[in-house]
């Protein structure tokens, strides 16, 4: 029985080993084999094909179908050069809110070398309820003067103004809202000259004009004036009584203290740093916002009162616009036609004395107001012989 199933065993194995051996068995091989050399003949081609469109430009004789251009932008294009950035706007009435605006303005270079030729600009900036009646005056002031000023017009917005292509004033009108005398649209509209004048980053000085200002220098004094002083002119009195003291609201504290109220005229002349910070502030604009309302009038104490805190060390405590309270009212006395004459330049000229630079001086006033449109007449008459220009 043994030998039997030993037999059998036998003979299943003897069955079993042509099977393993047949030809069948070793075709799944050879596939293999021919896939693999495929595989690799392809890789080397592809291989060859890279380094032929590297190397021996094949890729100039295949044919691309052309690709439309996609109207797509990006919402800020990547500057190109520093000239991209360090060039004024070509066109002032961008559509930037506020809020865009003092954010783009307050921008500043950290590193104090300017990577290109940098001329130091004034930039004039006129808040004017419409017209200039006065331009006349001011164009033979700038002439000959290019590259070293600038021009800002802040009206109101329904106004637009028609100078022509050969005027300074040509498309220098900004976006402008409403304001109103004594409370904070004023101080927004003088702060929107300022940001749009920051835009331009040659602009060192910044001067505050009306439509009633003339200047009383020729331009290269007010330029030297400027350039050569240590302070910026901005007028910062403490002031005792019911029109200084007397406005300040206790719900300012403690931002601002009673101590730290300021007054002064509404007309200043700002380097640029404290441009820059006029226009950056939200710590003491929210409070005059609120508590400083007629009769408190914001113009006469925001930014008196806020530059007198942070840099009181850079303010001369003076203005540089002279005006006449002489005769009484809320409002300085306008010069008229019959005001215009020699003599009366003489006593604003002579009758004053200031300090500049720490030394006394006799120069005080660059500028002067408030002037009638009847003055225009006899102020033209006068530029070359009074002013120099």
Request: charged content about 20%; overall charge neutral.
């Amino acid at each position: 029985m043994t030998s039997r199933f030993a037999a059998m065993e036998e003979g299943k194995e003897k069955e079993a080993a042509p099977v393993r051996m047949s030809k069948s068995g070793a075709l799944p091989v050879r596939l293999l084999m021919v896939s693999l050399t495929f595989l690799l003949v392809g890789l080397g081609l592809c291989i060859a094909s890279m380094f032929a469109v590297k190397y021996f430009g094949i890729q100039n004789q295949i044919s691309v179908a052309p690709v439309a251009e996609s109207n797509i932008r990006p919402c800020f294009d990547e500057p190109s050069s520093v000239s991209s950035w360090v060039n004024p706007l070509s066109n002032l009435l961008h559509n930037m809110n506020d809020s865009d605006l003092f954010w783009r303005a307050s921008f500043v270079p950290r590193v104090k070398a300017y990577p290109f030729k940098r001329v130091p600009k004034i930039a004039f900036l006129f808040l004017t309820k419409g017209p200039l009646p006065l331009a006349p005056i001011w164009e033979r002031f700038f002439k000959g003067h290019e590259g070293m000023y600038s021009i800002y017009l802040h009206s109101h917005p329904a106004y637009v103004a028609d100078f022509p292509a050969s005027s300074v004033f040509h498309q220098r009108q900004i976006p402008s809202q409403v304001a109103e005398w004594g409370v904070m649209s004023m101080c927004d509209a003088e702060r929107r000259l300022l940001a749009n004048a920051l835009l331009d980053i040659s602009n060192e000085w910044f001067i505050l004009l009306s439509e009633a200002c003339i200047p009383l220098q020729k331009f290269t004094v007010i330029y030297l004036y400027l350039s050569r002083s240590r302070h910026s002119f901005m007028g910062a009195f403490d002031e005792p009584g019911p029109y200084g003291r007397g406005r300040y609201d206790w719900n300012m504290a403690p931002e601002v203290n009673i101590t730290d109220w300021r007054k002064g005229a509404q007309w200043f002349e700002v380097n640029r740093k404290l441009a820059v910070d006029m226009v950056a502030d939200d710590v003491y604009y929210p409070k005059f916002k609120e508590f400083c309302r007629p009769a408190c009038y914001v113009d006469e104490h925001y930014f008196q009162t806020m530059l007198s805190i942070q840099s009181p060390h850079l303010l001369a405590n003076r203005s540089l616009t002279y005006v006449d309270w002489s005769r009484g009212g809320a409002h300085p006395a306008t010069f008229g036609r019959g005001d215009v004459t020699e003599e009366f330049f003489r006593r604003i000229s002579e009758g004053s004395t200031c300090v500049y630079n720490d030394q006394p001086s006799s120069l005080c006033f660059l500028f002067a107001r408030k002037f009638a449109p009847s003055a225009l007449e006899p102020l033209l008459n006068l530029t070359s012989k009074v002013f120099g220009f």
